[in-house]
Each structure stands twice: as C-alpha cells, then as structure tokens.
C-alpha cells in the first residue's frame, strides 16, 4: 500500500498543486478543509474557498473531509493577536497559527485518520540532516515562507511535506493549468490568517479593542496631531496618521518611530532616513530553535525581522534559553516590538524569537 497523506488545502492554487504532486508521486492522498474563522466578516472567504478546493479534488479524484478549528484558532492564535495589540505591539498571527493549529491541531487530527504524514502549499522545504531534522528556505526566493514556519520543531517536521517548496510559483500556475485545475489563476490569499484582508484594519481592531486617543508627537516633542489609539498603529507606519501641513517639510513623508506607551503619545518622525528609525541592536524573547538546540556558531548567523526581507547580517548573544540580544551589521528601519525576528545560516531556518525592544 502506498504510504497515506493529507493535505490542507485551501482552495489556492499553492494546495491544490501540492496535493497533484504526491498524487503523481503515487502516495495515497485525502484533503482536509480547515474552517479557523467564524463570523460574518464580509473578507472571510471561506465558502468560496470550500467550494474551489472541493471542485479540486473531484477533479483529481480525491476524497475531502472539512474540519472546523474555530475553537483552537480563537484560544491559541487570535486571544494572543488581540493581547499583544491591546499592548500597543504587532503580532504576528500566521507564525503562530501555523504552530498552533495547522502543525498542531491539523497534523493530530490527520494522525487520527490514519496518515503518516500531513502535507502543505508552503513554499519551503525539509531535510534530514543526520537524526535531525532540518528546515530550507523554499527555492523560489521570491515565495520563501520558511519565516512563517520557524516555530515548527522536530517531530512536526519529521511528519511534514512541502513538495512546492522545491519548484518556483510561476511553474505552479502552469502545472494547476496544464492539469486543468480551475483555480491556476486565482490571486494569492493576503491579510490576517484565515480572516483575510481586512481594507479598514483599525475599524476591524475597534470590534475587539476599545479606542485610547491620544497625542501624536513629533521627535523633538512637538504635538501635530491626535491618534485613536496606539494598539491601531505600527513602527514604520506611513499612511493613515493624518497629520495635517505646518510641521516639517512638506516634501517629506511621517513615520511611526516609537510608542510612548505610559502616557499614550505616538512618536513619528519625517523623512523614510530619519535616524529615530534605524537601530542596529534589538532584544528578544520566546527564543525557539527548529533543532532543539542553539547553532555551535551564533556570531555569524544572518535574520529577517520581517517577512521577504532580505537576510541581514547579525550577531546573536543569548541571555539564557529564552532571551537573545541581536547586533546587526547595519542599522535596520523600523524594528517592531511584536515580531518575529527568524534566524539563518544561509538557506537553512534555524528558529527564531520575537522582538521586545530596540537600542
């Protein structure tokens, strides 16, 4: 008997492809459709993708179940995205929802059917390196998700398949579309996990998270404006700050460089070089490692401290086992309490921690 796997698909072109291949690979492939969200959210989309992923595996012949992990999503991801924006920082949701219920919740659901492994539309890939096993950067540089995947540790790996992870996304559109799926040309799915894109994020956040307003102040400590509430803002931010003419150059943009989170003023600055946006030292915490221990060689790893950021050289001293202070080469724009910084050695994901503050 061929060996069993499930595949989470989505209904994008990323799962459906990734479910032809091992079928064309001669493994024994079922589906699941995860529903994560419920609500009357007018960007869930989530009938529409039922019925693209569906009308997908009747075209290859492959059995689909639907499972609904509302329950799992709302306690270990969203409960979690709300705290840490109430707190004024910028979670990262997709990080955890893929360690919590597409790695956890998905792949113990998918044991209990009977598979041997579980399989995504992530564009990474997996090795095993000696009895370790070892998380890649996908080949398309373009499409790398291993950022998103650095909370997964040995035995999801050991259980995981990524077969896109070793092609680029241009040759996934023409295989959905020489095999006659009906989604090849459907737009890549943006926005939060499994909630979708949401074009007024503030009004979306003002549903959970009460509205604080407060002064905006320029870096010298002039006021120009007033903001909602700080949790509705990021570092870096440029549009929707609403600060009127008279402060500065006009020519020049305004930034979000800080929070003053004790008494609730927003800080920018004017200009994309302002220094106050560029640190080169930032600490973290909930420090995890894909191998289950730290690399023998920690002074000379490279980061990202967003997603398709390019690899930035960087020095790692670590506090204890969950803490680390970061030193980059060169100073980085705005470095944003609530992210993930994921660590590299060249194309292999070591792990990563999430940022607290800058220097």
């Given at each position: 008997?061929?060996?069993?796997?499930?595949?989470?698909?989505?209904?994008?072109?990323?799962?459906?492809?990734?479910?032809?291949?091992?079928?064309?690979?001669?493994?024994?492939v079922e589906?699941?459709?995860?529903?994560?969200?419920?609500?009357?959210d007018?960007?869930?989309?989530?009938?529409?993708?039922?019925?693209?992923?569906?009308?997908?595996?009747?075209?290859?012949?492959?059995?689909?179940h639907?499972?609904n992990?509302?329950?799992e999503?709302?306690?270990?991801?969203?409960?979690?995205?709300?705290?840490?924006?109430?707190?004024?920082?910028?979670p990262?949701?997709?990080?955890?929802?893929?360690r919590e219920?597409?790695?956890?919740?998905?792949?113990?659901?998918?044991?209990?059917?009977?598979?041997?492994?579980?399989?995504t539309?992530?564009?990474?890939?997996?090795?095993?390196?000696?009895?370790?096993?070892?998380?890649?950067?996908g080949?398309?540089?373009?499409?790398?998700?291993?950022?998103?995947?650095?909370?997964?540790?040995q035995?999801?790996?050991?259980?995981?398949?990524?077969?896109?992870?070793?092609?680029?996304?241009?040759?996934?559109?023409?295989?959905?579309?020489?095999?006659?799926?009906?989604?090849?040309?459907?737009?890549?799915?943006?926005?939060?996990?499994?909630?979708?894109?949401?074009?007024?994020?503030?009004?979306?956040?003002?549903?959970?998270?009460?509205?604080?307003?407060?002064?905006?102040?320029?870096?010298?400590?002039?006021?120009?404006?007033?903001?909602d509430g700080?949790?509705?803002?990021?570092?870096?931010?440029?549009?929707?700050?609403?600060?009127?003419?008279?402060?500065?150059?006009?020519?020049?943009?305004?930034?979000?460089?800080?929070?003053?989170?004790?008494?609730?003023?927003?800080?920018?600055?004017?200009?994309?070089?302002?220094?106050?946006?560029?640190?080169k030292?930032?600490?973290?915490?909930?420090?995890?490692?894909?191998?289950?221990?730290?690399?023998?060689?920690?002074?000379?790893?490279?980061?990202?401290?967003?997603?398709?950021?390019?690899?930035?050289?960087?020095?790692?001293?670590?506090?204890?086992?969950?803490?680390?202070?970061?030193?980059?080469?060169t100073?980085?724009?705005?470095?944003?309490?609530?992210?993930?910084?994921?660590?590299y050695?060249?194309?292999?994901?070591?792990?990563?921690?999430i940022?607290?503050?800058?220097r």
């Amino acid at each position: 008997m061929t060996e069993p796997i499930i595949v989470g698909i989505s209904g994008g072109v990323d799962s459906s492809v990734t479910a032809l291949l091992l079928k064309e690979q001669g493994f024994n492939v079922e589906c699941i459709f995860m529903k994560n969200w419920e609500g009357d959210d007018e960007n869930c989309t989530s009938e529409e993708d039922y019925k693209d992923a569906l009308a997908v595996c009747d075209h290859l012949g492959i059995q689909l179940h639907s499972v609904n992990f509302a329950k799992e999503y709302w306690e270990n991801v969203f409960k979690y995205f709300i705290d840490e924006y109430a707190k004024g920082r910028t979670p990262n949701p997709d990080v955890l929802c893929n360690r919590e219920v597409k790695f956890k919740a998905f792949l113990d659901y998918s044991l209990k059917l009977g598979a041997k492994k579980i399989s995504t539309g992530h564009y990474a890939r997996v090795k095993k390196n000696g009895d370790k096993y070892a998380l890649y950067k996908g080949l398309d540089e373009n499409k790398d998700q291993s950022y998103f995947l650095y909370l997964l540790g040995q035995q999801q790996l050991s259980k995981s398949m990524f077969p896109i992870g070793e092609i680029k996304k241009n040759e996934v559109r023409k295989i959905a579309q020489s095999s006659g799926l009906i989604n090849y040309a459907k737009k890549d799915s943006t926005g939060i996990c499994f909630i979708g894109e949401q074009k007024f994020f503030k009004d979306f956040l003002k549903k959970y998270i009460p509205a604080k307003p407060g002064f905006i102040q320029t870096t010298d400590g002039s006021n120009c404006g007033e903001h909602d509430g700080l949790m509705y803002y990021t570092i870096g931010q440029r549009k929707g700050l609403g600060i009127g003419g008279g402060f500065g150059n006009k020519e020049e943009p305004w930034f979000v460089s800080d929070k003053d989170l004790e008494n609730n003023i927003l800080i920018v600055a004017q200009g994309h070089d302002h220094p106050a946006l560029f640190h080169k030292k930032l600490f973290a915490d909930q420090l995890h490692w894909i191998s289950g221990i730290p690399p023998k060689n920690i002074s000379n790893l490279s980061a990202k401290i967003r997603y398709r950021q390019k690899d930035q050289n960087c020095k790692l001293s670590l506090s204890n086992n969950e803490e680390c202070t970061v030193e980059f080469e060169t100073p980085q724009f705005a470095i944003t309490p609530g992210q993930s910084i994921v660590f590299y050695d060249k194309e292999e994901c070591l792990g990563g921690a999430i940022i607290d503050h800058w220097r």
